[in-house]
């Protein structure tokens, strides 16, 4: 599947590849097709072909160079950098063309054929090492390092031909053509970019990117060139030309990979991330509404079940207090002697129930209580109250089941008297009942219960203080006695009647708070304001 997708994407590619070998094969089987031009002739299609090369070689190394801080792609460098090598050394070599302008030194075959085995045999080496350069971002390749390298051997390369003499064997001979030295060498540049081409087919394998078989392709159309430079007779001739187009082919596949690799795979990828995120975001999108719509649900189907819950405690609570506020008014009665006088031990047994069905009451109460919890502060009943009169009352009535569990109980409500303070009378009763059954549960025998009210702050805000002798909370509880469900010590409980208080006191607009300490017992405290005050958000 992936190579019928390489040949629908790089057709011109590989009929450029089929065309050149169907060439070299043709001019391999047929030397007698090589033709000498007229050299004006030869030399400007030279000139034109060779400064094409230049240009290409320059662009390429341009592009890798200027992309490298981005992409990282140490191969892309080095190959760039050795173009520039290359191309520098092409430069040398056209201008040393003979029948152009003396460059320097007299122009020859010889002299240009020098520089040109130069920037082959350099070519071929480079091209086998990048093999050898890792092309992701983790290359440690260092650039100004690989730029010096490369300007160094066209510098290198110059000295040698211009200025060394007999350093360097004869490449053309006028009259003999190229010498066994000079066809040798081909052959050797032949074999190096045969090495590359191998290594990148490999690497093509190995990874399949598609630039590696295009390399691959640029090896073997510069194959062909050098070739074609062991079988030229006249540096004007027919082969001579066709191996400086291949050369000029190679360029430019070589070219097309880093641009591909350098500049379009980026903005490629970059397209396609857009693309991929497009549609993530369509589907995250749809997502959303998905999730948005079964949250919705979800809190519909939670609402409904809150409010059965709150029904079904409703209704429980309701139909199992009628019955039970019966059964303490006949036992009460007993108690008084209705039915006959009692023995001491009936008697206490008789306390014993009372005192049970009492707790009991007040559960169920406490359940009434959270069923309703919920509801704003339009339930609450406000009015105008005597404070002083209002506490006094709730303790007097209190004060006697104080007395049978044997605890002593005291209230203090005189700095009140004469204040009027708003609130609701049922609800403040059942705060302070709740703090009284709390307080009764940890009281022992003997114990006291205090209560203390009084105007606190510049605002005169209504302020009860509720005491017991109890066992002090510990420390690391205190601050969670009046979540749901949480008790204020080993006694057994809802655990929702401190969390009631704290319903009622922020319904005033007020606040409740505990303290206790080890052998000092435990003192609530609530305050409500003397007017009205907004409930918080």
């Known amino acids: 599947m992936r190579y019928t997708s390489f040949v629908k994407d790089q057709k011109y590619f590989l009929i450029t590849i089929c065309a050149c070998s169907v060439y070299f094969v043709v001019a391999c089987l047929t030397p007698e097709i090589n033709h000498v031009f007229e050299?004006?002739?030869?030399?400007?299609?030279?000139?034109?072909?060779?400064?094409?090369?230049?240009?290409?070689?320059?662009?390429?190394?341009?592009?890798?160079?200027?992309?490298?801080?981005?992409?990282?792609?140490?191969?892309?460098?080095?190959?760039?950098?050795?173009?520039?090598?290359?191309?520098?050394?092409?430069?040398?070599?056209?201008?040393?063309?003979?029948?152009?302008?003396?460059?320097?030194?007299?122009?020859?075959?010889?002299?240009?054929?020098?520089?040109?085995?130069?920037?082959?045999?350099?070519?071929?080496?480079?091209?086998?090492?990048?093999?050898?350069?890792?092309?992701?971002?983790?290359?440690?390749?260092?650039?100004?390092?690989?730029?010096?390298?490369?300007?160094?051997?066209?510098?290198?390369?110059?000295f040698l031909v211009i200025f060394g003499g007999g350093l360097i064997p004869s490449m053309f001979l006028p009259?003999?053509?190229?010498?066994p030295l000079k066809i040798g060498l081909e052959y050797?540049?032949?074999?190096?970019?045969?090495?590359?081409?191998?290594?990148?087919?490999?690497?093509?394998?190995?990874?399949?990117?598609?630039?590696?078989?295009?390399?691959?392709?640029?090896?073997?159309?510069?194959?062909?060139?050098?070739?074609?430079?062991?079988?030229?007779?006249?540096?004007?001739?027919?082969?001579?030309?066709?191996?400086?187009i291949y050369k000029l082919i190679a360029f430019l596949f070589i070219y097309l990979v880093l641009f591909a690799t350098s500049v379009k795979k980026p903005y490629t990828e970059l397209a396609a991330a857009k693309k991929k995120l497009r549609d993530y975001t369509s589907s995250l999108e749809l997502k959303i509404r998905e999730r948005t719509r079964d949250i919705a649900l979800k809190n519909s189907e939670l609402e409904n079940l809150n409010r059965l819950k709150s029904e079904f405690l409703a209704i429980c609570s309701h139909d199992m207090k009628s019955p039970l506020q019966a059964n303490l008014i006949l036992l009460e009665g007993?108690?008084?002697?209705?039915?006959?006088?009692?023995?001491?031990?009936?008697?206490?047994?008789?306390?014993?129930i009372i005192t049970n069905e009492e707790e009991l009451l007040g559960l169920i109460r406490n359940l009434l209580d959270y069923a309703r919890k919920d509801e704003a502060r339009a339930t609450l009943n406000l009015s105008e109250v005597d404070a002083c009169a209002f506490l006094e009352e709730w303790a007097g009535t209190h004060s006697m089941i104080a007395r049978k569990r044997g605890i002593n109980f005291s209230s203090n409500a005189k700095s009140l008297e004469g204040m009027k303070f708003y609130f609701d009378k049922f609800k403040v009763s059942q705060l302070l009942g709740n703090l009284f059954s709390n307080a009764l549960k940890f009281t022992p025998?003997?114990?006291?219960?205090?209560?203390?009210?009084?105007?606190?702050?510049?605002?005169?805000?209504?302020?009860?203080?509720?005491?017991?002798?109890?066992?002090?909370?510990?420390?690391?509880?205190?601050?969670?006695?009046?979540?749901?469900?949480?008790?204020?010590?080993?006694?057994?409980?809802?655990?929702?009647?401190?969390?009631?208080?704290k319903t009622i006191a922020e319904q005033h607009g007020g606040a409740i708070w505990a303290e206790s300490e080890e052998g000092s017992g435990t003192k609530f405290t609530f305050t409500f304001p003397s007017a009205p005050r907004p409930l918080p958000e």
Not at 204 to 224: C, N, Q
Request: aromatic share 12%; hydrophobic share 50%; proline share 4%.
């Open 175 to 179: 009259g003999e053509g190229l010498t």
């Open 39 to 158: 050299p004006g002739t030869y030399l400007m299609l030279h000139g034109m072909i060779e400064s094409v090369s230049i240009v290409i070689a320059l662009m390429s190394f341009g592009i890798t160079w200027h992309s490298y801080p981005q992409a990282k792609n140490g191969q892309n460098l080095f190959l760039g950098c050795a173009v520039l090598a290359v191309g520098l050394m092409d430069i040398l070599h056209t201008l040393s063309y003979q029948g152009l302008p003396d460059f320097i030194t007299p122009n020859t075959a010889d002299k240009a054929a020098k520089f040109w085995v130069f920037a082959r045999l350099a070519g071929g080496v480079l091209y086998a090492a990048a093999a050898f350069v890792a092309f992701d971002k983790k290359s440690s390749i260092k650039p100004l390092t690989l730029l010096s390298l490369a300007l160094a051997l066209p510098v290198v390369s110059f």
């Open 334 to 352: 007993l108690l008084e002697g209705l039915e006959g006088e009692l023995s001491p031990e009936q008697r206490k047994v008789l306390e014993g």
């Open 188 to 244: 050797l540049a032949t074999a190096l970019r045969l090495a590359a081409a191998l290594l990148f087919l490999r690497l093509y394998f190995k990874t399949s990117e598609k630039h590696f078989l295009l390399f691959t392709g640029a090896m073997t159309v510069s194959i062909y060139s050098e070739l074609l430079f062991t079988m030229y007779k006249s540096p004007y001739d027919l082969f001579n030309l066709a191996g400086h």
């Open 445 to 501: 025998n003997g114990g006291d219960i205090m209560i203390l009210a009084y105007p606190a702050g510049k605002d005169k805000w209504l302020t009860v203080d509720f005491f017991n002798s109890g066992p002090a909370i510990p420390a690391d509880r205190l601050s969670a006695v009046f979540d749901k469900y949480t008790t204020s010590g080993e006694a057994e409980g809802t655990g929702l009647g401190l969390n009631i208080c």
